[in-house]
């Protein structure tokens, strides 16, 4: 039986399983007994693994309610939804349109020359500036001019440049989430959920219905078992780069 070579890519506990490629094709790995360290080179049965073909992902898109990867994570989803966005995409190597850059890594910017979230950060407080000025300039009045009953109508310009920024930011984030978990899915041979095929509508469809539900998913799939740090550029502790399978 002819074995082949694996480095692991973090450190990995026992009966993990992750992706590789062998050869253009990609099969699948379960660490052996005791675990393994980031780096560490051990030998995998080759024809007792084999090949596969699309694969579902490890965790369901619902399954975000049923073990959050990290006590704080929902809220931090909920309330700082963008920013954890950026730090998905800079841990997959994304540039802030979800799209792959050819910038190399280097010791001192493990994550190569991208910002994507300083810059995703950055979006996420222009939001909730414009919010704040334009809540803040906006009265409500009915019909008659007064604000005496229950039919309100937004008569400033606030009104509108706030739902103006509200359609812009959830394009441009749609549209980057969507490229992203498509990138995702074909670099992980990753089956839709409810489209099959390597199109964008199944990643559309739920960036867009359950956006996230979508992103803590995208989460637990690149970050295998690292702990999730609100404080690092990548949501991974000490900034580590999405645990990719490894080319052998």
């Known amino acids: 039986m002819s074995e082949v070579k694996v480095v692991a890519p973090s450190d990995l ?5 992750f992706d590789a490629k062998v050869d ?41 309610c049923e073990t959050c990867p990290c006590p704080c994570l929902w809220a931090f989803c909920c309330y700082f939804d963008v920013i954890f966005l950026g730090q998905i995409l800079q841990r997959m190597k994304l540039n802030f349109l979800g799209q792959p850059t050819s910038e190399q890594p280097t010791s001192e910017q493990p994550s190569g020359k991208r910002n994507t979230c300083t810059i995703f950060l950055l979006i996420w407080i222009v939001i909730f500036t414009i919010q704040g000025i334009a809540g803040a300039t906006t009265t409500r009045i009915d019909a008659e001019g007064d604000a005496d009953d229950g ?23 749609t549209v980057a989430a969507t490229l992203a978990r498509n990138h995702l899915r074909k670099k992980k041979n990753i089956e839709g959920i409810c489209c099959k095929g390597d199109g964008c509508l199944d990643d559309c469809c739920c ?6 539900c979508t992103y803590i998913q995208m989460h637990r799939e690149t970050a295998g078992n690292e702990k999730f740090d609100l404080t690092t550029q990548t949501g991974l502790r000490g900034n580590r780069m999405m645990v990719d399978e490894n080319i052998v």
């Open 13 to 17: 506990n026992e009966g993990y399983e």
């Open 24 to 64: 253009g094709k990609v099969i699948k790995v379960v660490v052996p007994e005791g675990g393994v360290k980031e780096g560490e080179e051990f030998m995998v049965p080759f024809a007792a693994i084999g090949s596969t073909g699309p694969r579902e992902f490890k965790h369901s898109l619902c399954s975000c």
């Open 151 to 173: 039919s309100i109508v937004y008569n400033l310009p606030g009104f509108y440049i706030l739902s103006a920024t509200n359609v812009i930011i959830s394009t441009f984030l």
């Open 207 to 212: 960036v867009y219905w359950c956006p996230l």
